[in-house]
């Protein structure tokens, strides 16, 4: 079981930053993939970056590619999402989740555990 606390959200104007982390729990944190995922209102859960558990392998949408940048720290049970250059697209709830697969995963009905969110709104 990992439960999984997601912190960093806020309002930022267009084209600044933020730094999203996500909090683990457990001891084997280090053996899952994990992912960010984002859904906006009235849209479907989408993917946003996932790193693996096997070799730190990182991999983005083509929609953040370029500005975001995903990293983890297994000592710290901690998952982190940079994100430069915010535009009000990039507006959403922004979810970490943990996949049992130790490789890139891109599909969220590969991620068994679910942070509860933070809120990501850019002003233009």
């Known amino acids: 079981q990992v439960q999984l606390v997601e912190s960093g959200g806020g309002l930022v104007q267009a084209g600044g930053s933020l730094r999203l982390s996500c909090a683990a729990s457990?001891?084997?944190?280090?053996?899952?993939?994990m992912g960010w995922f984002r859904q906006a209102p009235g849209k479907e859960r989408e993917f946003v970056s996932t790193?693996?558990?096997?070799?730190?392998?990182?991999y983005y949408a083509d929609s953040v590619k370029g500005r975001f940048t995903i990293s983890r720290d297994n000592a710290k049970n901690a998952l982190y999402l940079q994100m430069n250059s915010l535009n009000p697209e990039d507006a959403a709830v922004y979810y970490c989740?943990?996949?049992?697969?130790?490789?890139?995963?891109?599909?969220?009905?590969?991620?068994?555990?679910w942070g509860q969110g933070t809120q990501v709104t850019v002003s233009s």
């Open positions: 989740a943990a996949s049992g697969n130790p490789l890139l995963i891109t599909a969220a009905n590969q991620y068994l555990y």
């Open positions: 457990g001891r084997t944190f280090r053996a899952y993939t």
């Open positions: 790193t693996s558990a096997i070799g730190g392998k990182t």
